[in-house]
């Protein structure tokens, strides 16, 4: 049966101002399309709703029942429809986010706190796990979305870069390189290094990035947290590699060697080359309105930092 609203609310009119001319008027069309839409829906019901003469529009006893029936349901219906619209614009529950730890500890915290001031009847879970974890939390809907490192296997999600940042080298001041104001990746070459571990979005791309330059190194550690680095590379175990976001983690750290009572230095590495951050979410799944707008507020705020891709910065 192919009966549409506009069918059943001409038919309403008619039945209300019992004239095409006067039904036509109340909602906008002309008399021969109310007269059209009646015949159709006649035609699709197979029954005879309304008795026409030249001076007036009657009910038939089928026409009187479906319209005391039908004004009840589309009344419903468009409640219903005012109360779906309602909750497009309603920004209330509680957003669960999976982000991987060097996101976690120095971007999240920053995006909790201007969700709450803007949007107060909204809660911003964070979940803080390993990169292959926080993945898999978004993979499995544990999570309305993820921020974590761009990387191989995740066609299956939907993805959208917010921000790029550079890998820097990660030194004591005593080492040779502190005296440097850069490093290349090759001069890397018979070096130490500790690392994070594999359950890290940005191990593999400092792998293949140390292979492209010809560095080849003895992974001294491979540990899971930044703060477990920084204290390892003061401890004379090795140097390390890591993304520029992660250096917060080590209060009193010199980047391009300022601050010269740090323990440690950090320095770029040439040519340059960047991870990229991203959001992500599951395929065919629409965000809930306070999901939109926690995903929507976390674009804006990284599109103020130095490597946000919104500013058009490049990547290397």
Same mark, same amino acid.
């Given at each position: ?42 035609? #699709?019901?197979? +029954?005879?709703?309304? !008795? $026409?003469?030249? /001076?007036?529009?009657?009910?038939? %006893? =089928? ?101 790029? #940042?550079?890998? +820097?080298?990660?030194? !004591? $001041?005593?080492? /040779?390189?502190?005296?440097?104001? %850069? =490093? ?133």
């Amino acid at each position: 049966m192919n009966i549409s609203l506009r069918q059943l609310k001409v038919f309403l009119a008619v039945a209300e101002h019992g004239s095409f001319s006067r039904a036509g008027e109340d909602i906008g069309l002309t008399q021969p399309a109310v007269s059209r839409c009646i015949r159709e829906l006649e035609q #699709e019901l197979g +029954l005879k709703l309304v !008795d $026409r003469t030249t /001076r007036e529009v009657t009910l038939t %006893e =089928v026409g009187a029942s479906l319209s005391a029936t039908l004004a009840r349901v589309l009344d419903e219906l468009e409640s219903a429809l005012r109360d779906t619209h309602g909750l497009a614009e309603e920004r209330r529950g509680r957003v669960r986010v999976a982000s991987a730890p060097t996101i976690s500890a120095n971007l999240m915290p920053e995006c909790i706190s201007a969700c709450a001031a803007r949007y107060p009847d909204i809660t911003l879970m964070l979940r803080d796990q390993v990169q292959t974890l926080a993945t898999d939390s978004v993979r499995h809907g544990e999570v309305d979305f993820g921020v974590i490192v761009a990387s191989e296997g995740t066609d299956d999600l939907v993805g959208e870069p917010i921000m790029v #940042e550079p890998f +820097l080298v990660v030194c !004591d $001041r005593s080492h /040779r390189f502190a005296k440097q104001a %850069e =490093v290349t990746w090759k001069e890397l070459n018979g070096e130490k290094l500790v690392l994070l571990d594999y359950a890290s979005g940005s191990r593999p791309l400092i792998d293949r990035a140390l292979a492209e330059h010809g560095a080849y190194c003895q992974v001294a550690q491979e540990v899971g947290h930044a703060i477990t680095v920084f204290r390892m590379v003061e401890a004379g175990i090795g140097i390390s590699i890591m993304p520029a976001l992660a250096l917060p983690a080590m209060p009193g750290l010199a980047v391009n060697g300022a601050e010269a009572d740090s323990r440690l230095v950090a320095l770029p590495l040439t040519p340059q080359i960047d991870r990229t951050i991203m959001l992500v979410r599951r395929k065919n799944r629409t965000l809930s309105p306070a999901a939109q707008s926690v995903w929507e507020l976390i674009q804006q705020i990284t599109a103020n930092t130095p490597h946000s891709l919104a500013s058009g910065t490049p990547r290397k």
